[in-house]
């Protein structure tokens, strides 16, 4: 996430094409920002209350911004400390899903990610000459101890929750924004192209496109899916990419190497109860590369994976026929993104 500033860059109208509906977007916590709500005018309501959440979300998680609650904690190297209620769902969220992902995802991953160079908002990352240094395996999950507020965190261990800060955000969002609109209607918040939904949806759900990169022609490309509840949410090692040492580098690591996960898959998309959920499953399946098709049908999550070679795959009943060849063209009137810049 991105360091923050004092004030929210303001939240933008965006023609919807139905006027049953009301979309903005804006800036936040180093990507896009969507939010989607019926009837039209609980606009104005769930924009307030959504920069009210990710503003709390980037004090309390964001590894870039040196005021937040994780910058000090990753600052005081090591220790026993009492955390606010938002920082301990968030490192909370992020521990289970290293455990359900059987540590495939990893918050302690966050020295590897520094010396990788992500060591700032991927915004101003530099391109540097010097070569990379011997990488730095995460030291473990497992070592870092949670009992409801309390963490003690060994020394020499820092934190980073890029595999489901995001999709918790998204999931916190929704859920203020109906509590503040009393339940009525039904509203998206897509941070980055990681979607949830609550509230009754529109008539045969959410349509939201599965994008991939532009065919030959410009034209963007992906599937058109319907998300009636739930949450969906994509990884891709073709955004957040910088160089080193002449090495092309992303931002999704293995934990057990320490270097940038290196597999048949450039993007995995995959729906969930929880966008942190989702969030975490899709970073997963990334880093397990050719064993990403027997995981994620153990997990019984709908998945659409596409390979370095366009091939597409989908799995677990993923909406839409699966694809042997290059991606679809995306259907008309499809308003909301899910892969964004991640």
Request: proline share 8%.
């Amino acid at each position: 996430m991105a360091a923050g500033a004092a004030r929210a860059v303001p939240w933008q109208r965006v023609p919807a094409g139905d006027d049953a509906v009301s979309v903005a977007e804006r800036a936040a916590l180093g990507t896009s920002a969507r939010l989607v709500v019926w009837p039209p005018e609980n606009l104005g309501v769930a924009c307030g209350v959504v920069d009210d959440v990710l503003a709390a979300l980037d004090r309390q998680a964001s590894r870039f911004r040196p005021d937040s609650e994780l910058s000090w904690l990753n600052a005081a190297g090591g220790g026993l400390f009492l955390l606010g209620d938002g920082l301990a769902e968030a490192i909370a969220v992020a521990l289970a899903a290293a455990r359900w992902t059987g540590g495939l995802t990893d918050p302690t991953v966050a020295d590897a990610l520094v010396s990788l160079g992500y060591d700032r908002d991927f915004a101003v990352i530099d391109e540097d000459s010097e070569p990379l240094g011997a990488a730095v395996p995460a030291p473990g999950w497992p070592l870092v101890r949670l009992d409801g507020p309390l963490l003690r965190l060994p020394r020499g261990i820092r934190l980073d929750l890029g595999a489901t800060a995001k999709g918790l955000g998204a999931d916190r969002a929704v859920r203020a924004v109906m509590s503040a609109t009393g339940e009525h209607g039904g509203a998206l918040v897509s941070l980055g192209g990681d979607i949830a939904v609550a509230g009754t949806p529109p008539l045969d759900g959410w349509p939201v496109t599965v994008a991939e990169e532009p065919d030959p022609d410009g034209a963007p490309c992906g599937q058109l899916v319907r998300l009636a509840a739930g949450a969906v949410a994509t990884s891709s090692v073709t955004v957040r990419r910088w160089q080193r040492g002449g090495a092309a580098l992303h931002h999704i690591v293995d934990p057990r190497t320490g270097r940038p996960a290196d597999g048949p898959w450039r993007t995995v998309t995959v729906a969930a109860a929880t966008c942190a959920d989702a969030n975490a499953a899709s970073t997963a399946a990334i880093v397990a590369g050719a064993t990403a098709e027997d995981w994620l049908v153990a997990t019984g999550l709908p998945a659409r994976l596409t390979g370095h070679d366009g091939r597409v795959r989908g799995l677990n009943c993923w909406p839409g026929p699966e694809v042997a060849g290059g991606p679809i063209p995306v259907p008309a009137g499809s308003r909301v993104y899910a892969g964004g810049p991640r």
